[in-house]
T-cell receptor, first 113, second 115 residues
Framework: AQSVTQLGSHVSVSEGALVLLRCNYS??????LFWYVQYPNQGLQLLLK??????LVKGINGFEAEFKKSETSFHLTKPSAHMSDAAEYFC???????????FGDGTTLTVKP | KAGVTQTPRYLIKTRGQQVTLSCSPI?????VSWYQQTPGQGLQFLFE???????NKGNFPGRFSGRQFSNSRSEMNVSTLELGDSALYLC??????????????FGPGTRLTVT
C-alpha cells in the first residue's frame, strides 16, 4: 500500500528564513505527488504537483518542490518565509487520477516575526 | 468558475442519528471524492464517485455511504452516528478522466460534531 511520511509535525521558522518541509513516499513505482496547504477552518488548496517531466516543480506563493526518485522524496521549499505562510501543509500521492489520494499526517508551519 | 461548495458548514448530531452531507463540484468536474479529517487519524479517503458510480472506496464501515447524481453533485450519508465520527468532512472535485491527471479542488468542509 502506498504511504506518505512527513517528517516533523511542527516546523518553526523566522520571517525571511528558508522553509523546508519534508515528504517521503514509499513505492517502487513513481507516483503523482502533490503539496496542499490548509488554513484554519478551510479546505485544502493545491500548492503544486508533480506528474512527469521536470523534477523541479514551481507552485503558487513562491513554493517549489523537487522530486528525487532515488530518495523517494518530494520536499517543499520556499526561500523566504512570510507571516502569511503559517498554515498546515500536506503532502499527498496518487497512482491514477487524483480522485483517490493518500495524504501524509501534515506539518504545521509557524512563522515567527 | 464557482468553487466546490459544501452544505451545511456546521452540524451537530446525537449518537445514533444519521446525517447527510452535500457537495456541489466545480462545473464540468465529474469526479467527487470524500475525505474525513480528524486530529488523530489525519486525512482519510472515504470514497470517490465518477459519473454516478463509485470508483474507489476507502476502509470505512458500511455506515458510511455516498451517491452521485447526474449533475455530478454528491451526497454522503453516515448512519448510526458514533462519537468518533466527529470530524471535518472534505469534498474534492476533479475532472476525473483517467487519460490525464487532474488535480483535486477542495471545498471548505462540513464540521460534524456528534454528542
Amino acid at each position: 500500500a502506498q504511504s506518505v511520511t512527513q517528517l516533523g509535525s511542527h516546523v518553526s521558522v523566522s520571517e525571511g528564513a528558508l522553509v523546508l518541509l519534508r515528504c517521503n513516499y514509499s513505492s517502487s513505482v513513481p507516483p503523482y505527488l502533490f503539496w496542499y496547504v490548509q488554513y484554519p477552518n478551510q479546505g485544502l488548496q493545491l500548492l503544486l504537483k508533480y506528474t512527469t517531466g521536470a523534477t523541479l516543480v514551481k507552485g503558487i506563493n513562491g513554493f517549489e518542490a523537487e522530486f528525487k526518485k532515488s530518495e523517494t522524496s518530494f520536499h517543499l521549499t520556499k526561500p523566504s518565509a512570510h507571516m502569511s505562510d503559517a498554515a498546515e501543509y500536506f503532502c499527498a500521492v496518487s497512482y491514477t487520477n487524483a480522485g483517490k489520494s493518500t495524504f501524509g499526517d501534515g506539518t504545521t508551519l509557524t512563522v515567527k516575526p | 468558475k464557482a468553487g466546490v461548495t459544501q452544505t451545511p458548514r456546521y452540524l451537530i448530531k446525537t449518537r445514533g442519528q444519521q446525517v447527510t452531507l452535500s457537495c456541489s463540484p466545480i462545473s464540468g468536474h465529474r469526479s467527487v471524492s470524500w475525505y474525513q479529517q480528524t486530529p488523530g487519524q489525519g486525512l482519510q479517503f472515504l470514497f470517490e464517485y465518477f459519473s454516478e458510480t463509485q470508483r474507489n472506496k476507502g476502509n470505512f464501515p458500511g455506515r458510511f455511504s455516498g451517491r452521485q447524481f447526474s449533475n455530478s453533485r454528491s451526497e454522503m450519508n453516515v448512519s448510526t452516528l458514533e462519537l468518533g465520527d466527529s470530524a471535518l468532512y472534505l469534498c474534492a472535485s476533479s475532472v476525473g478522466t483517467q487519460e490525464i491527471l487532474s488535480e483535486q479542488y477542495f471545498g471548505p468542509g462540513t464540521r460534524l460534531t456528534v454528542t
